[in-house]
């Protein structure tokens, strides 16, 4: 039998609509400040994204654009300029940042009533307390994504492979919360095919191209695919794809040099799994929509 595939375009659309509603009654519109220093093509195609549905959804957007060589003294004051400002209600910076900016003190300086990604340490020691605060947006998306479909979260055993700041911990700790057993594997976990094929809910956070295969599954389990890797080499999308999807596959690698490709093989999800998210499709696209919630989130505390 083949695994349902858990789209994340209905879901996302799902919360937008909402986030659209709660915004119509509201006495003001919410702003959102997203700064991104210099040219990661990435980057720039995920912040596009952020500002066109800010402003979709009747979010007053600001995108600052700095360039790649801004020295930490300019990111502080513009970071300190807009945790001034009365009008605006979530501050983002997007990550990675050039290799002269230190990250952590960029971070911490936002204020955590404004830090719409939810990376401030005290965000992040309110969300492992089980306190409201606000939530990292991926992991929120999942989240909205397991309970949306109707999948039970209490008492199943998750795994979550990564633990990174951005998905891997808040993933364990917001799994925690739904009274899910937990484990994260990481890259110096031992065997770790048998670990994660004890996972009723699989989370792959890692990001290495099409890592999840068979032998990580346990049979009818829900796979949760978070990466987004380009894959160029044509071999690989032959060993990742089944013959469903490989001609679609190798023309988008002709036309644009690359497939996007998640940290789960699709053929075997497909094949072992009970469902699970593609790629792309899927919780990428949760991933803005959260963000949109957590703007009016910020902006309905700030402004009572
Ligand atoms: N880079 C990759 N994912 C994210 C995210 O969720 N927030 C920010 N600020 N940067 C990112």
Not at 24 to 38: M, N, W
Not at 61 to 83: C, I, K, Y
Not at 203 to 227: L, Q, S, Y
Not at 269 to 283: E, M
Request: charged share 25%.
């Amino acid at each position: 039998m083949s695994a349902t595939i858990l789209s994340g375009k209905e879901f996302a659309e799902a919360i937008k609509r909402e986030v659209a509603a709660e915004i119509a009654a509201l006495s003001f519109k919410p702003c959102l400040a997203v700064v991104r220093v210099g040219e990661d093509p990435a980057s720039a195609v995920y912040v596009g994204s952020k500002v066109r549905t800010a402003e979709e959804l009747g979010i007053i957007s600001e995108h600052r654009h700095m360039p790649a060589e801004t020295t930490q003294a300019e990111l502080m004051r513009v970071v300190n300029e807009l945790n001034s400002r009365d009008d605006v209600d979530g501050i983002l910076v997007q990550l990675p940042l050039p290799p002269q900016i230190d990250e952590r003190e960029v971070l911490e300086a936002i204020d955590p009533e404004k830090d719409v990604d939810g990376f401030h340490p005290v965000n992040v020691g309110k969300l492992w307390q089980g306190q409201r605060s606000l939530v990292p947006c991926t992991p929120a998306g999942v989240i909205e994504i397991l309970k949306r479909s109707g999948i039970g979260i209490a008492g199943m055993n998750a795994v979550v492979i990564g633990r990174s700041n951005i998905v891997g911990k808040p993933m364990a700790a917001l799994l925690i919360k739904e009274s899910a057993t937990v484990t994260i594997c990481h890259s110096k976990t031992s065997d770790l095919a048998a670990v994660a094929s004890q996972a009723d809910i699989l989370v792959a956070a890692i990001g290495r191209a099409g890592f999840v295969r068979a032998e990580h599954i346990k049979p009818g389990a829900t796979v949760i695919d978070v990466g987004i890797n380009n894959v160029t080499s044509e071999d690989l999308a032959r060993e990742l794809f089944g013959e469903d999807e490989i001609d679609k596959r190798l023309n988008t690698i002709a036309k644009r040099g690359f497939t996007l490709v998640g940290d789960v093989c699709p053929k075997d999800a497909k094949a072992k799994a009970g469902a699970f998210t593609p790629v792309p499709g899927g919780v990428g696209l949760l991933t803005v929509a959260m963000l949109m919630k957590n703007t009016i989130e910020a902006a309905k505390a700030r402004r009572g």
